[in-house]
Each structure stands twice: as structure tokens, then as C-alpha cells.
């Protein structure tokens, strides 16, 4: 279910993060936390692209997602929406080639596909954002 969300100062399709909420996150999820729709289909994208099964999903703190898929998209659902900015935390197992840096990889490439900004420094420690392309330039 998404609604089309004019209180950002923007028009954005925004969803509702708990549609998605991971069934390992912890009690610190934000009831109503919304995020843009685009990142939605972002993540579902990739997950779909991903040669090893992917599991994605909101999550309270963070910390509390767990997977037992080799590769797994997150964010965290509290406080403050994600609509304009979406900071996207990743993880993937070694497999057959496919790791943390082709996962990271491939969601770059497909956030500009879809014409989404996306950030990100290659590092496999740093999450990748969505929504603005300078992100890490500040």
C-alpha cells in the first residue's frame, strides 16, 4: 500500500516500512516510518538480480536482522522517514564470487538504472544511500 506523500516538500510515493518489516527486527521499529516507494523498488530489484537467494526487510535497530540467506538488504525503520535519503545496510557470504563488493556493486547499478541517486564508497563497511548521490562527498 503506498499513498503519494506531499509533507517532504516533495511529490514522493512513500510505502510504510512495517508492509516490510523483517520478522528478526527488534522492538525499536518506528510505527508508520515511511520510505520512499522507488528505494522499495530498488531493493526488490536487486534482490531479484542476485545470483544467491537474498532476503530483505526493515529492522529496529539494525542489529537485530538475521538472515538465513548468504545475502541480505536492510534498513533500519526508526525515527526520522526515508524519503528523500535511504542509508541501505548490505551483507552477502562469499558465494561462488559473489560478495559484499558485487552486492554493493550491483546495488549502485541498478539504483542508476532505475534513475535513483545512489552513494556509495566501495568500501564493504559502509552502507549504501540511496537518494543522494553526494552523500559521502561531504
Known sequence: ?????????????TTKSGYYLHDSACSLYTEGHEIAEEFIEVIKEVADRAPVETDYGAAGC????????PT????????GDSVDCLILKFDSED????????????????????????????DTSDCVVLGDADFYDD
Open 72 to 79: 541480505a538488504l536492510f534498513w533500519t525503520a526508526q525515527g
Open 62 to 69: 539494525g542489529s537485530c536482522f538475521r538472515t538465513d540467506d
Open 1 to 13: 500500500m503506498s499513498r503519494f506523500n506531499t509533507s517532504y516538500g516533495s511529490r514522493t510515493a
Open 95 to 122: 558465494v561462488d564470487g559473489f560478495d559484499r563488493t558485487e552486492l554493493g556493486s550491483l546495488i549502485v547499478n541498478v539504483a542508476e538504472e532505475m534513475d535513483v541517486d545512489a552513494d556509495w564508497t566501495g
